[in-house]
């Protein structure tokens, strides 16, 4: 604010005067056309020429606090690339395409509220500025985005604040969900305690005054979207000045609940026995809309995702019933961790869905507690850094959400639960498999349950990929320790042994088809869907466990030495890959053929000169070296073979190794 000038974006003559020295401007001809300022064609890049004609403004609105105006716009369009525009108008053929657009002008707060500034240990939404610390320095600063929350007595441990936080449960969201919506948003209330509030957050119906309107920016709204987009999503208003929360508005689209409803049926119904059928049962799906909510309701308190917090507990915890019905699968509910599909059958747990988590309390006292006699944000540093030290002492308080450290960290993922990567996915495929093999008594098995049981099994088989994924996360990684603490390692590399360990299981998953393809759907897909299927699946997790991230990572962590190398690493890989060639009589199935023949091809790509990309130079070095290993295997394999498609295979691949290693 000191050393700029706010840029001049529009100028208008005066059109008269009113009482007080008010001035009346005609804004008409910016509100009805698409301005730079706020360019519509960012969001629909098929949009083309705006007709002045066919654009105009076809409402205005005026609230205490913002102004309210709706403008209908239409254009031309270019059909080649509609993109977004064919989801959001439902059609691909029109020359037009109209759109209704609202802008809203929102006084800010006369007095800014007290900030209160980021720290990377603690996920909240931030507002980014730069401030003059010193003569001729600036520095990055952020304050957190949060709502004003005052103590009604500032003397008291816990007190009522002087205006809670209150959200709206909008006109149009169902009766029958009303009272479920509110639990979601009051169920806060819990972690305000933390910050020394009591009845912090409400939720309201609407009054019945007909001045009310959930277009007033000056509520916070939970708005029910009847399109077919299974999503939800929490955005805010904020004050550039202070990171304070004006007003949040939620929007939860109906078909939100196709998404819940397949995550606990796959995660869940192997050990829920409420869960054998689709649709699930009233009371699980009111469980499922009061999580999704809760969720939302946490991003528009300014809380990002914590997908560290999914890995807070270990497998042990989520099978014992006291533990994991008493805390839910994760830490956080900002996770992303969904069902606790680490229970099985037998061993009592009962709780399912999470809930709000210890790191939940800690983030909420962080954001919303008083430091009274503070002298503003930097005289709050150090209570807060003694707020944030118990963490050193319990990991399950932990965050990690979506920066760059989190992008290498193997405990900071999503849609998985669970410290160990290996034993989660064990027993998480276990209740996969019970939930495929269910699904025909689930779903139903006439002919027109057909689509609905193909489109669940696809979604088993990305969950199972998914599941690998941050297996494959763990061979490059590095496990960030955010104690922000010189004395103390901040990046702590995945050891030797446990890449080994890891580079075990997953080749072990290379060896046969994923157990989810049972006779259930042999039965319902033709061959040329199945096999291709069954193809991808595995060629898909050899993709992961070959990619060029992973040669990249263990070089810029400087691990490429003596230990567990890259090259080391893949030919543990090629030796799991091709152990069929340490038998006698080399008999190859079909499917491993294929996924030898992927691994052939993805890895020449590694050593050739021609190859399209240049991968880093230990990928490189390390292909030339297995495929110099493979050569003689190859050519001594081919007399062996047991039958003439394994030997043409063995042939086909000798060549291929030849055209990259061609040595006398």
Do not use: C
């Amino acid at each position: 604010r000191e050393g700029n000038i706010p840029p001049i974006l529009l100028a208008f003559p005066v059109a008269g005067y009113g009482p007080d020295s008010s001035v009346l401007i005609n804004v008409t001809s910016v509100m009805a056309k698409n301005h730079p300022f706020f360019d519509v064609k960012g969001i629909f890049p098929g949009l083309m020429v705006q007709d002045a004609k066919r654009s105009y403004i076809s409402a205005v609105e005026s609230f205490p606090t913002n102004l309210r105006i709706t403008s209908v716009y239409t254009f031309d369009v270019n059909n080649k690339a509609m993109g977004n525009l064919a989801a959001a108008f439902g059609k691909v053929n029109s020359t037009s395409a109209t759109i209704e657009l609202q802008h809203t002008l929102q006084m800010l707060p006369e007095t800014p509220m007290p900030a209160r500034l980021a720290d990377p240990r603690v996920g909240y939404f931030k507002t980014e500025f730069k401030e003059l610390v010193h003569e001729g320095g600036y520095e990055a600063k952020a304050y957190i985005n949060r709502y004003r929350l005052e103590k009604k007595d500032p003397g008291a441990a816990l007190s009522e604040p002087v205006k809670p936080i209150v959200y709206y449960i909008g006109p149009n969201v169902p009766e029958r969900y009303r009272p479920i919506f509110k639990d979601a948003v009051e169920m806060w209330n819990i972690a305000f305690a933390e910050a020394g509030f009591k009845n912090a957050i409400v939720a309201k119906d609407p009054p019945a005054d007909p001045a009310w309107s959930p277009n007033d920016l000056g509520h916070s709204v939970i708005r029910w979207i009847n399109r077919p987009i299974a999503n939800a999503i929490g955005p805010v208003n904020v004050d550039p000045r202070s990171g304070e929360i004006l007003s949040a508005h939620i929007l939860i689209w109906e078909d939100v609940m196709s998404m819940g409803e397949q995550w606990y049926y796959l995660q869940g119904s192997g050990t829920d026995p409420n869960a054998n059928r689709i649709p699930l049962p009233e009371a699980i799906r009111d469980s499922m809309f009061k999580y999704i909510v809760a969720h939302e309701v946490g991003h528009t308190l300014g809380l990002r995702h914590n997908h560290r917090a999914s890995q807070a507990y270990t497998t042990e915890q989520l099978r014992d019933p006291e533990f994991a019905n008493a805390n839910g699968p994760v830490a956080s509910i900002m996770s992303y961790g969904r069902i606790n599909y680490i229970a099985q059958p037998g061993d009592g747990v009962t709780r399912f869905i999470p809930k709000i988590g210890p790191y939940d309390l800690l983030a909420i006292k962080y954001g919303y507690r008083p430091i009274p006699g503070a002298a503003g944000p930097d005289g709050e540093v150090q209570t807060l850094n003694n707020w944030l030290e118990v963490q050193r002492a319990n990991p399950i308080l932990l965050y990690g959400g979506e920066d760059t450290p989190a992008q290498h960290d193997p405990m900071v993922l999503t849609e998985n639960i669970g410290k160990d990567r290996i034993s989660a996915y064990e027993y998480g495929i276990k209740n996969l498999q019970r939930a495929v093999d269910q699904l025909p008594s689930a779903i139903g098995q006439d002919p027109q349950d057909i689509p609905r049981l193909k489109k669940y099994f696809q979604a088993a088989l990305a969950e199972r990929l998914t599941w690998l994924n941050a297996a494959v996360k763990e061979l490059s990684g590095v496990v960030e320790n955010r104690t922000l603490r010189l004395d103390e390692a901040q990046f702590v590399p995945v050891s030797d042994d446990r890449k080994r360990q890891v580079t075990r299981f997953l080749v072990s998953q290379l060896e046969e088809a994923s157990p989810l393809f049972t006779p259930v759907m042999r039965r319902i897909y033709p061959p040329y869907e199945l096999t291709p299927m069954i193809i991808k699946s595995q060629t898909n997790l050899l993709d992961l466990m070959l990619a060029t991230g992973i040669a990249q990572s263990i070089r810029e962590s400087g691990l490429d030495g003596d230990g567990y190398t890259y090259s080391r690493y893949l030919l543990d890989v090629q030796q799991g890959i091709f152990s069929e060639l340490t038998q006698e009589a080399h008999v190859i199935d079909p499917l491993r053929r294929e996924i030898q023949q992927h691994y052939i091809a993805s890895i020449k790509n590694f050593a050739s000169p021609q190859a399209k990309f240049a991968p880093p130079a230990n990928a490189t070095a390390a292909a030339l070296l297995a495929l110099h290993e493979l050569r003689p295997m190859l050519e001594k394999a081919v007399p062996e073979a047991g039958n003439t498609e394994t030997k043409a295979h063995l042939l086909n691949l000798l060549e291929q190794v030849k055209e990259v290693v061609n040595v006398d």
